[in-house]
């Protein structure tokens, strides 16, 4: 008798809703017992889960591909139909099933099984009181059956369920992803219906039990039991915050075709009114993107004018070319720090207007950008803003020249413009040409390398605004050389089984002065100094300035390794430059006279799998005082254990940035199988005063999440440079395997405590 194909109808009921069935009737494992399983499997099992499903059966070699079936008692009718009775066995590689009488009509195709029905597959396992039904119409009745789904660690059972081709009815459903015995929360149905065709559901008098009681009911909803997208409503956010009050948004997702849907999310935030927030998301042969654009109407705290905010994003290609584009627009500078939202923009106080696309082949790569900035920042003067750029042509590569030798080509071509663009106060726009060839040498051994590196630069601009020749077309020509060399040595550490490197590394650079103070300034910055920076052949950023220096820069990393597996388990380095003679291309028109810059030094420790510490030091050799410092230790140990105390001191680099000295705790750390404490604590050692401050619980178990945070920090409300403090509580809840409703919580929890992730 071959074995109706139920699996997959039976699967179908997850998108259903469960009173609890006895652990070993599912195939549970319990904490205690999981030793049994193998070492793999338990390692998937999260430290907050009291088991999971498993089917020992499977996990044995399949010896047969035949359907056996046996019974203690069979019989034959003359007219074909098969009675068993008595511990009725039907087997098959993939599928076990069990009951206590069997009775099969081969000329009608009907089948009926009673008493303790029990089928079992790997990754699902059923029991029922009755099952009946016809192999040639397709039709099946279970009753009173019970499942667990192993793969979304669910459960669930059903009064009634009727199966006829790709429709099943369900009467009296109910679903849960809580382990047996547990109802934490519990879904159920009067009546469902599931098509396999069309991908849907529809439920009526949906009940959502949370403990035994019912919180949430809706008369009628439609779902997706695969992949299928389906319109309808999503979950809700909730916030309360120190200013707005309650904030309360509910998504509506569209699916307007296969390769473009919409969310429509209605927004009530009280004391301030109404509003909504719209996403389009497309996919083209060429690519994706999306279209966001976020509205409340006559904010009653911002003298009842409308508040926007819009973006455009887009990734694609075509063949070697790549395509992307970010481009935002906000009404005013506070949008932000009012109206948190969800469209993906995070807060900023430059917004980017940004087209780009690239080329790339195993030589050569060309980019042609557009870019602009919305500044949010009110602090900020109007001419002080950053220069647009429209547009910004690029073209590299390092084609080889002959043997070892190697073009390194460069070039840069550049439209700047800016709003407040003059001759009287001196923002200037125009053009800008920077050609970049270099020749280098590379010559690398195992035991080291070395490269030499003759440059050329060859800037010339075309500016607007300016008196008169030749000061709308100045130029620049220079030259300069460098030599980066290093060694790798090492030894042998513990009997061989770890090693410990020497690399020496030595950096010669030597650029020609020639007096750029009649450049505009487009784009130039004077670099953080750092280790990398060290090792640099211009101290600025952007082609406006190309540093004059003579220097010798020394360096030395020691590495300690693990042989066996490969980590890196130390690393140390230090490093100093020397300067030759003054540098007189500054910024501020003022020479650098420095003999040498301060001596950095960093280390790196993993401790073992869970310990880490990082730290850092810049120290001025010559008047022997501490110019940066940094310092920071940390824990993993999990998903739910992380520990992080950081350091920073920082003496005043310059008249417009302040010194810090500040510090910071952070962690997520469980009390209970199922609870954690969240907290941060970032803090101005200076000004002793709280910057921001995080606290919370998580609840995590098998079938729900909860997170509860409290976040506190200081900011620039009024764009007065005088900091107040926002006080903001947030409310997760999440039920696996269904969704979640509540705050926004997972991005700041993933942006405040290192190495967190969110269930």
């Not at 074995?3 to 809703?17: G, Q």
Request: charged share 25%; aromatic share 10%.
């Amino acid at each position: 008798m071959p074995l109706p194909r139920l699996c997959h109808s039976l699967a179908l009921l997850a998108l259903t809703v469960c009173s609890s069935a006895r652990a070993n009737e599912l195939n549970w494992v319990s904490t205690n017992e999981m030793q049994k399983l193998p070492p793999a499997e338990r390692a998937e099992v999260p430290a907050w889960c009291g088991g999971t499903y498993h089917n020992p059966v499977f996990f044995r070699p399949v010896a047969t591909t035949d359907t056996v079936i046996s019974a203690d008692q069979s019989s034959l009718e003359p007219e074909g139909a098969a009675e068993l009775s008595g511990d009725v066995r039907i087997r098959q590689p993939l599928r076990r099933l069990r009951a206590d009488q069997a009775r099969y009509d081969q000329q009608s195709g009907d089948f009926k099984l009673t008493g303790n029905i029990r089928m079992e597959s790997p990754g699902l396992t059923f029991n029922a009181e009755q099952m009946s039904g016809n192999r040639s119409n397709r039709k099946t009745r279970l009753e009173n059956a019970n499942f667990a789904l192993f793969k979304p660690h669910a459960r669930g059972e059903a009064a009634i369920m009727r199966q006829q081709g790709p429709l099943i009815h369900i009467d009296q459903g109910a679903y849960t992803t809580c382990e047996p015995g547990n109802n934490s929360w519990l879904f159920r149905a009067r009546k469902l219906e599931l098509n396999r065709d069309s991908g849907w559901g529809e439920a009526h008098h949906v009940t959502l039990d949370l403990y035994g009681w019912p919180v949430f009911w809706v008369p009628w909803l439609t779902f997706p039991i695969d992949d299928r997208r389906k319109s309808g409503l999503l979950y809700p956010t909730l916030v309360s915050a120190d200013e707005g009050g309650v904030d309360y948004t509910q998504p509506l997702y569209l699916n307007l075709h296969p390769q473009l849907d919409a969310t429509i999310a209605p927004r009530h935030i009280h004391g301030r009114g109404n509003g909504l927030e719209n996403e389009l998301r497309y996919l083209t042969g060429a690519g994706e993107g999306s279209l966001s654009y976020a509205w409340l109407r006559n904010d009653r705290t911002f003298n009842d004018r409308d508040r926007e905010l819009a973006r455009w994003e887009h990734d694609g290609s075509l063949g070697s070319w790549t395509f992307d584009a970010d481009v935002n627009y906000a009404s005013d500078d506070f949008y932000f720090k009012d109206l948190d939202t969800g469209l993906e923009t995070s807060s900023q106080t430059r917004l980017p207007r940004t087209g780009r696309a690239r080329y790339r082949d195993q030589t050569w790569q060309a980019q042609i950008r557009a870019q602009s900035w919305q500044i949010l920042d009110p602090n900020l003067a109007p001419r002080s803003e950053p220069y647009r750029r429209l547009p910004q042509l690029q073209l590299s590569g390092d084609p080889d020249v002959m043997g070892p030798l190697r073009l390194n080509w460069f070039s840069d071509v550049t439209r700047f413009d800016h709003t407040t663009a003059s001759e009287t106060n001196g923002r200037v726009a125009g053009s800008r040409l920077h050609l970049e060839p270099a020749l280098s040498l590379p010559l690398d051994q195992p035991w080291g390398y070395i490269e030499p590196r003759a440059r050329f630069y060859h800037t010339r601009y075309r500016l607007n605004d300016t008196p008169a020749p030749p000061e709308q077309r100045p130029e620049r020509n220079l030259a300069g050389a460098s030599l980066d060399s290093g060694l790798f040595l090492e030894r042998p550490l513990f009997d061989g089984a770890w090693r410990q490197t020497l690399e020496p590394r030595l950096f010669l650079n030597k650029v020609e002065y020639k007096d750029q103070s009649s450049l505009p300034r487009f784009d130039p910055g004077r670099l953080t100094f750092s280790w990398n920076n060290l090792f640099r052949e211009n101290r600025f950023s952007g082609h406006d300035r190309i540093g004059d220096e003579e220097k010798l820069a020394v360096g030395v990393t020691s590495r300690f390794i693990d042989n066996e597996t490969g980590a890196e388990h130390l690393r140390l380095r230090a490093g100093q430059g020397f300067f030759r003679e003054d540098r007189r291309v500054t910024l501020s028109g003022t020479p650098d006279r420095s003999e040498q810059t301060p001596l950095v030094a960093d280390a790196q420790w993993r401790l073992n799998d869970r310990w880490y510490a990082r730290s850092e030091i810049q120290w001025n050799t010559k008047s022997n005082e501490h110019v940066r410092s940094t310092a920071s230790l940390g824990y993993h140990g999990g998903p739910r254990r992380h520990l992080h105390a950081g350091y920073l001191e920082r003496e005043q680099p310059s008249s417009t940035d302040p010194a810090l000295q500040q510090g910071e705790l952070a962690g997520l750390w469980p009390v209970h199988d199922h609870w954690s404490l969240i907290g941060r604590w970032l803090y101005d050692l200076d000004n002793h005063r709280s910057l921001e401050t995080m606290a919370g619980l998580e609840y995590r178990d098998c079938c729900w999440n909860i997170r509860l945070v409290n976040h506190r920090e200081l900011s620039d409300d009024n764009g007065d440079t005088q900091l107040q403090a926002d006080q903001t509580v947030m409310l997760q809840i999440q039920l696996v395997g269904l969704g979640d409703f509540g705050g926004r919580i997972d991005r700041l929890l993933e942006r405040s405590l290192p190495r967190y992730e969110a269930p």
